[in-house]
């Protein structure tokens, strides 16, 4: 069975620092994966995915991540935490092709500190 | 071009009440999803349906039933309210092409 940890429901960083949320996963086929970005009182909103393509996946507002199977990780990044980052953010794992299902991680809400 | 769009965006029950909730994409998306959010557990899938006329349980549909009135609509009804279905609740669909699911904005649901 597919599964998703993210480490730390909470993360604070400050403003102009490095940006790091956690995500593992537990999949025994090749997965999808997913990040989504939750600002208060919306729906989700895809950062970026990974379908095998490229190990290094680029998304909106400056965010990245990296696939590593050998490490079950995809981690996202940003090198500069701006204000306008402050929300909850998921991590998501898809069977392929499947249904086509999810399976989210419990979400880390990032706070960011002028 | 709208997207995903939910009704309602707020809704207060009394326990045992019955309630209907919308969702509709006009993207042409073959699969649409409800799920509900919950403090500190992420999103839980509670149906799905891969295509028009077909269902599916996901994680969590006990006390929920749901209906694919069409490719456009896909509705979620509580047939009798429970204050442990105090959650906001999201429909999404997907664009297989891509691999994505869209979100609609949520309906935040209590229930007293």
């Known amino acids: 069975a597919q599964s998703v940890t993210q480490l730390g429901s909470h993360v604070s960083v400050s403003e102009g620092a490095l940006v790091l949320l956690r995500c593992n996963y537990s999949?025994?086929?090749?997965?999808?994966l997913f990040w989504y970005v939750q600002y208060p009182n919306q729906g989700l909103q895809l950062l970026l995915k990974y379908t095998s393509a490229a190990t290094l996946v680029k998304g909106i507002n400056g965010f990245e991540a990296e696939f590593k199977k050998s490490e079950t990780s995809f981690h996202l990044t940003k090198p500069s935490a701006h204000m306008s980052d402050a929300a909850e953010y998921f991590c998501?794992?898809?069977?392929?092709?499947?249904?086509?299902?999810?399976?989210f991680g419990t979400g880390t809400r990032l706070k960011v500190l002028a | 071009n709208a997207g995903v769009t939910q009704t309602p965006k707020f809704q207060v029950l009394k326990t045992g009440q019955s309630m209907t909730l919308q969702c509709a994409q006009d993207m042409n998306h073959n699969s649409m999803y409800w799920y509900r959010q919950d403090p500190g557990m992420g999103l839980r899938l509670i149906y799905y349906s891969a295509s028009e006329g077909t269902t599916d349980k996901g994680e969590v549909p006990n006390g929920y039933n749901v209906s694919r009135l069409n490719k456009r609509e896909f509705s979620l009804r509580l047939e009798s309210a429970a204050p442990s279905q105090t959650s906001v609740y999201f429909c999404?669909?997907?664009?297989?092409?891509?691999?994505?699911?869209?979100f609609g904005p949520g309906t935040r649901l209590t229930v007293l």
């Open positions: 999404a669909s997907i664009d297989r092409g891509n691999y994505t699911q869209y």
């Open positions: 998501a794992v898809s069977d392929r092709p499947g249904t086509y299902k999810y399976i």
């Open positions: 999949s025994s086929v090749p997965p999808y």
